[in-house]
């Protein structure tokens, strides 16, 4: 690149990545809101936390890169046509075309980050997510006791705890346990605390006792200082981890097993899927072209662009939601997924035509044949 293009590249990656990192941190703080359950009532650590949020950040970019790009570049050009440095460019001998390629390369460079992401990086994050709330939901110490609530856990056991302190302790602790045989076994204790021992997870009550009825209404009472509650049939559940269109990689999509009923049942929203996946990076080049018509696909004005701007802002979004609605249309009608690429496209059409279009006004015309003898005849 020449210098001058290197100086509008500069001046339009500048404020690319500042609207990158503002949407894209509004978008993590209200992921993070909706999965605070996740310290909250599940009890995991900050780490945990982090990671489901930080995970996110992949298919939360893609999301919101065309959108921060193409307001970011609305703010740039409008601010160097404004202040006429592009007028200066195309004084100096600059093309069209000379001019605006360094928000196209910006804009292809963007396509290609969303690419990757699309293909690889997003799939794996969403398994990474996946595998995380499995092991949540499966985790016998966030599902066994739940502070102030009556839970099941599992087939003829009923739990109760009254308070869970911070170091994880459980105060006031009550269960009650059907047996096989009939008979019924509830245990009470001031204490508890879920440990592992020998790789199993056990529940460690302390300071309580214990009450067994047998069939023929007898009772026996037993008080203990420390007992140790298995849980390992808690911990060994038949609920196996599934993932999700989201969570599937371009060959899944594109080649569903046809022998699994899921993926049967489910073949065109996959294939839609992996369309989506190819279509989605084109709206960066597609919002870019159409950021730059509104700045220069009309006469310069020293009083600013804003009707023009607000137009094609409208139809910039017009154009993604209409996006969004062809590909959940497609999951029903396969041969509408070429459609998915014509919106983008069509929006390009429409940028690069209101870009290159070269129409003089007849005021023009007349005021430059009027100027015409004046100049000869100064010449």
Not at 18 to 36: C, D, K
Not at 111 to 118: C, P
Not at 360 to 374: C, E, F, G, H, I
Request: proline residues 4%; positive net charge; hydrophobic residues 50%.
């Amino acid at each position: 690149m020449r210098l001058i293009e290197r100086y509008l590249f500069r001046q339009l990656l500048g404020p690319t990545l500042l609207a990158i990192g503002a949407l894209v941190a509004l978008a993590l703080l209200a992921r993070s809101l909706s999965e605070f359950d996740v310290l909250v009532e599940q009890r995991q650590s900050a780490l945990v936390f982090l990671k489901i949020i930080v995970l996110a950040l992949p298919q939360l970019l893609s999301i919101m890169m065309p959108l921060a790009l193409f307001v970011a570049a609305l703010v740039a050009l409008n601010r160097l046509h404004t202040e006429q440095e592009i007028v200066v460019c195309f004084a100096g001998g600059m093309s069209r075309w000379s001019v605006i390629s360094p928000a196209m390369r910006l804009a292809v460079l963007a396509a290609l980050v969303s690419l990757v992401s699309g293909l690889w990086l997003q799939p794996w994050s969403a398994r990474q997510i996946r595998e995380t709330a499995f092991e949540i939901k499966t985790d016998v110490a966030s599902t066994l006791v739940q502070p102030g609530q009556f839970t099941e856990p599992g087939p003829g056991l009923t739990v109760y705890a009254q308070s869970i302190d911070r170091d994880n302790k459980i105060q006031n602790l009550f269960i009650h346990q059907e047996l096989p045989n009939g008979a019924a076994s509830t245990y009470s204790s001031r204490e508890a605390e879920i440990a592992t021992r020998r790789g199993e997870p056990v529940l460690i009550m302390r300071h309580g006792s214990n009450q067994q009825f047998s069939r023929q209404g007898v009772l026996q009472y037993t008080s203990f200082d420390e007992y140790t509650f298995d849980l390992s049939s808690l911990a060994h559940g038949d609920e196996l981890l599934h993932y999700k269109i989201a969570d599937r990689y371009p060959h899944e999509l594109f080649f569903p097993d046809m022998t699994q009923d899921w993926e049967q049942r489910n073949a065109g929203k996959m294939v839609a899927e992996g369309h989506s996946r190819f279509a989605g990076p084109l709206y960066n080049i597609a919002l870019m072209t159409m950021a730059l018509a509104a700045v220069l696909g009309g006469p310069f004005s020293r009083m600013g662009y804003g009707k023009r701007i607000a137009a094609v802002g409208a139809a910039a979004g017009v154009v993604r939601i209409v996006g969004f609605g062809v590909q959940a249309a497609c999951e029903d009608s396969a041969w509408l997924n070429v459609l998915q690429y014509m919106v983008p496209l069509a929006a390009m059409w429409w940028g690069l035509s209101q870009i290159f279009r070269q129409k003089v006004s007849t005021r023009r015309k007349a005021q430059l044949a009027k100027a015409a003898p004046a100049w000869t005849g100064a010449a």
